[in-house]
């Protein structure tokens, strides 16, 4: 009898050991935490901000303001900005600047040069549509009068060109031309060697 009861005693012992030692080996693998990795995450954080710092170089627009301005300089620009939005940028119209001859509704480009002239001042070269060092036609800025000095292009086409400039904005390439209707392929390789933009 009394070696059935330390037999009994024995397993009851062992039974207590063993539920202890399961229930605390749960607790510490409940308790215990995966690791983070957090290079991986500043990697992934770095990668999105230079994904957005590359997307937000691609629109900026670097433009030259020249003139009468408060200050003339170099600005940079977003790719929706007008020349209003630069002429602001550059804090104004000085007293004397002679507004009418500036389309402030016309959208930006890059590597624009932006000229207001003062009151009675003929135009420069920087605001003429013609660049005298190759005498070729700055189509972005050459009024109905110098595109009509093109080859082959006639008072009404002129007219035409100017007012889809004013209504789209600068052209970015020569090719820009073609959607012009009475302008073909022919017609903008004649006019390739005479024409600059920007």
């Known amino acids: 009898m009394l070696n059935l009861l330390k037999k009994s005693s024995f397993f009851l012992l062992a039974g207590l050991a063993v539920f202890f030692f399961v229930v605390f080996t749960k607790k510490q693998d409940s308790s215990a935490e995966l690791p983070i990795d957090t290079k991986d995450t500043d990697e992934l954080f770095q990668d999105d901000t230079n994904s ?20 003339p300089g170099v600005y940079t620009v977003e790719q929706d900005d007008r020349i209003h939005d630069v002429i602001e940028l550059a804090g104004g119209f000085s007293k004397n600047a002679d507004q009418s001859q500036v389309n402030l509704a016309q959208l930006v480009q890059d590597e624009m040069i932006i000229a207001v002239p003062e009151q009675g001042e003929q135009e420069t070269n920087i605001s003429s549509g013609i660049n005298d060092s190759n005498d070729k036609i700055r189509i972005n800025y050459a009024s109905v009068q110098e595109i009509e000095q093109l080859p082959g292009i006639g008072p009404s086409k002129a007219e035409t060109i100017f007012q ?4 789209n904005g600068l052209f ?4 820009d031309l073609l959607n012009i209707s009475g ?16």
């Open 52 to 71: 957005e710092s590359t997307v937000d170089n691609e629109q900026s627009l670097v433009v030259d303001v020249k003139g009468a301005v408060q200050s």
């Open 164 to 167: 889809y400039r004013e209504e």
């Open 172 to 175: 970015r390439e020569l090719e």
């Open 183 to 198: 302008i073909g392929e022919k017609t903008i390789e004649s006019l390739r060697d005479y024409i600059q933009i920007p």
